[in-house]
């Protein structure tokens, strides 16, 4: 399946794999409401769809990931002049980000199965917290990270700051929000910002063998995983034992779980079955 109109094209493997590609090269990838939107739809679909067991994240191009929001049609044939510019309400802000980039950096968070980012140029503002709000990071050696809020005096946005703070730390996440400072890949490996840092060419490859790891790996204790993940930062020692106790009590219902064991009883390579 594709939605090229919108410049999002997803397609899903035979082993559950979605590969979700950003294929809006001649704006350095950068996302229109339009595209931000069907974006979004693409992981609320692989959350819901029990054939989808990883996402790969890529966009086309090597120059840019994704240069975060774009100023494109809110339709793909859209030509009509634009309207004049409606008085605001109070609200209208929060609410237009709410259901916008927050809503997109949501949805990556919240989808159950992994997300694995192949990242092989830059990636500015809302197209930097696209990238970390992704469970693995793969990037290229010339790519780079920039919180580019600061040089257009824009509130950092799209979940930036929460993002921040959890991977690198208040001090740090202080300094990258407030200098505006590009981050290459050696000093993303080094804050944790990404997982991997390969040879240019070498990062599709890469990501693709993490992604296709994860889609053959226990899809319901990975989906718990990441959810425990979420919330440890948050979470009180009681209520993170309690959850992790709960999460083991439905995993321990799986069939992957029986397998898991045969297979070591075996001395075998497990074959799970994401159930």
């Known amino acids: 399946m ?15 794999v979605q590969r979700i590609t950003i294929d809006r090269p001649e704006v ?24 989808v067991r ?9 120059r840019h990931f994704c240069a975060g929001a774009g100023l494109a049609p809110q339709t793909p044939d859209s030509q009509a002049a634009p309207s ?36 092989r140029g830059t990636a500015a503002g809302a197209g930097a917290s696209l990238v970390l709000a992704c469970d693995l990071v793969v990037m290229s050696s010339e790519a780079k990270i920039i919180e580019s809020f600061v040089h257009r005096g824009i509130l950092p946005d799209s979940g930036a700051i929460h993002l921040l703070t959890r991977i690198v730390g208040l001090r740090k996440a202080t300094e990258l929000l407030m200098l505006g400072e590009s981050i290459d890949a050696a ?3 080094r804050l944790g910002l990404v997982n991997r840092v390969t040879a240019p060419g070498d990062t599709d490859a890469v990501a693709e063998e993490i ?7 226990p899809t319901v204790m990975l989906s718990l995983t990441k959810r425990l993940l979420s919330v440890s930062s948050e979470s009180g020692r009681d209520r993170a034992f309690e959850q992790e106790a709960w999460a083991q009590e439905v995993v321990s219902r799986t069939a992957d779980l029986q397998e898991g064991l045969a297979s070591f009883a ?10």
């Open 2 to 16: 594709g939605h090229e109109a919108s410049g999002i094209v997803v397609d899903v493997d035979d082993n559950g």
């Open 28 to 51: 350095g990838n950068s996302l229109s409401p339009f595209a931000r939107d069907a974006l979004t739809d693409a992981f609320v679909r692989a959350d819901s769809d029990p054939g």
């Open 54 to 62: 990883a996402v790969l994240l890529s966009a086309a191009g090597g």
């Open 84 to 119: 004049p510019v409606a008085e605001r309400r109070a609200g209208d802000i929060a609410r237009m980000l709410q259901q916008g980039w927050q809503r997109l950096v949501a949805s990556v968070l919240d989808c159950d199965k992994p997300v694995v980012a192949a990242v």
């Open 187 to 189: 000093a993303c490996e």
């Open 211 to 217: 992604v296709n790891r994860l889609a053959a790996g």
């Open 266 to 275: 075996e001395r075998r390579e497990p074959k799970f079955q994401g159930r």
